[in-house]
């Protein structure tokens, strides 16, 4: 949801990765439809706005491409990851289209970046197809309501939808590139009052919606508060791992998942039950639903949002248009529903380690995107005997005076017989076989220092290196996970 509140959503399918990049390049997948798909179709949410130094302001981390801008150059890497990755489709984000000023059907100043970088997105992938190369398949989400309601919604929605049939479905070259289901592109639309469920039949009682030439699937957020799932509609994201499931014809159809989230109104990211980055366990965790249910549409919660509110201008307190005493519009608040900082944050593309930003310094590596490449791969029985392994602890500096921290972990995939724990290369403890430990710090001098957690009795095909992207290892690798503490060394990075 581009700059504003950025509440998007959906994508993820299981089947063979190398029948499955045959399929969805081939003009008879485009025929036939997600409903013909057996397995899930995994998607991720995509921002495409970036447009110079401005739009990089508030950013989190630094991807490894640089703050670049949204051009074919930079969008034919992203679908190369992509391709690598095992993603099936792409959200283009235009949840905010009817909220950005000036008015959208002026074609001018945002609006039109918008258009013109999306168009970039449609023109890469046009290219890559003909040239009979992968594609991620594209989806449009487009909102009703994020937020306060907009006047005259449904009239400048509707007009939103023609504009959209007019310069996209309608022309004869792009006809390949959508995701189909029930013979239509699919079309997801945001609408996220306080209660989704009962006011989208209120406001379908006051006028039509034009969506004919798409099959819809309504998207809410928070769906743990607001139960939206209960009448079919999707989730961008939930304030809760794993994320909720929802069904349509009682079948598990979507969910998302997510290496970090918020429960939102409130204060968002800064608020105390955020869930954060935690070295991937709460992705792991977030996974473990989708293979449980395998939904016929995964949504990886997200790719390159890298944007959020500056210090000081969260979203207002009267964020559901009710007005506080006075009848005043409420001042911006310290409510922050974007990317904050790195562990406060969902992007997954990867980043620069060091490279420092608005409210600090630091990345992710390669970590998030090589943890995908092995789930996806797991997920899909391309690997299938293979253990994903995430391990966490603290990720800011620890205190002198902390005499013991405590470490947890989660795995994916074949269960490991038990678990042993290093620190600085010299076994600490083995034969573990629960989930967490109670790391004593007595003999450790201040600085930095290395803890690696080792599971046996199995194996993994994917080095989890944070700084090279991944390939498949021929031979088997050791299942680790390494974490880096920092003992009374470091102030954390402002």
């Known amino acids: 949801m581009g700059r504003l509140c950025n509440f998007k959503l959906l994508l993820f399918a299981p089947i063979q990765l190398a029948c499955l990049t045959t399929i969805l390049i081939s003009p008879a997948f485009a ?4 409903q013909h798909f057996q397995g899930s179709l995994i998607g991720i949410q995509y921002e495409q706005w970036f447009y110079g130094p401005e739009s990089w302001k508030t950013a989190e981390a630094v991807p490894k491409l640089g703050r670049y801008t949204t051009d074919e150059p930079t969008v034919a890497k992203h679908y190369a990851e992509f391709q690598q990755l095992g993603f099936d489709w792409l959200l283009i984000d ?11 059907e002026q074609h001018a100043g945002d609006v039109r970046r918008l258009q013109d970088k999306t168009a970039v997105l449609f023109q890469t992938a046009l290219h890559l197809h003909q040239q009979g190369r992968y594609a ?4 449009f989400m487009i909102g009703l309501q994020n937020g306060p309601p907009v006047p005259n919604g449904i009239e400048r929605f509707n007009g939103l939808v023609a504009w959209l049939k007019a310069n996209y479905l309608d022309r004869p070259e792009y006809k390949d590139l959508w995701l189909y289901d029930g013979g239509k592109p699919l079309l ?41 799932e209960q009448c079919g509609m999707w989730s961008w994201m939930d304030g809760v791992i794993p994320q909720i499931l929802t069904r349509h014809d009682g079948k598990p159809e979507e969910i998302v998942v997510t290496p970090s989230s918020f429960v939102f109104p409130g204060k968002g990211w800064t608020n ?43 979203f207002p307190a009267d964020y559901w248009g009710q007005q506080p005493s006075g009848g005043k519009p409420a001042p911006p608040s310290e409510a922050y529903g974007d990317e904050y900082n790195v562990q406060l944050s969902d992007d997954i593309e990867p980043t620069e380690l060091h490279a420092c930003t608005y409210r600090g310094c630091g990345g992710w590596g390669y970590y998030y ?11 899909r029985g391309k690997t299938p005997d293979i253990t994903v392994l995430a391990l966490s602890g603290p990720s800011d500096p620890v205190d002198l005076s902390v005499r013991a921290i405590e470490l947890h972990w989660a795995f994916l995939g074949k269960s490991p017989d038990s678990f042993a724990i290093s620190v600085d290369g010299k076994p600490v403890v083995s034969s573990l076989t629960g989930y967490s430990y109670k790391l004593g710090l007595a003999s450790l001098k201040p600085g930095t220092h290395h803890v690696q957690l080792t599971a046996a009795g199995v194996h993994t095909l994917f080095a989890l290196d944070e700084s090279r992207m991944t390939e498949q290892s021929r031979q088997p690798l050791p299942v680790t996970s390494d974490l880096t ?10």
């Not at 039949?201 to 769906?223: C, D, N, S, Y």
Request: glycine share 6%.
């Open 94 to 104: 235009w949840s905010n289209m009817l909220w950005m000023k000036p008015d959208w």
């Open 485 to 494: 503490i920092e003992y009374g060394a470091k102030p954390p990075a402002k």
């Open 188 to 228: 997801t639309v945001l609408y996220w009052p306080p209660h989704p469920c009962a006011q989208l039949q209120e406001i379908l009682a006051t006028g039509k919606l034009h969506t004919e030439p798409f099959t819809v699937r309504w998207m809410a957020t928070q769906l743990q508060d607001n139960h939206a």
């Open 369 to 379: 995107y090589n943890l995908t490449r092995a789930i996806i791969s797991l997920y």
């Open 136 to 139: 991620p398949k594209l989806v």
């Open 31 to 34: 025929q036939l439809g997600a």
């Open 272 to 314: 105390p039950s955020a869930i954060a980055r935690d070295h991937g366990v709460p992705y792991l965790e977030s996974w473990k639903a989708a293979f449980e249910y395998r939904p016929k549409f995964i949504q990886v919660h997200q790719w390159n949002e890298f944007a959020g509110q500056e210090n000081g201008h969260g």
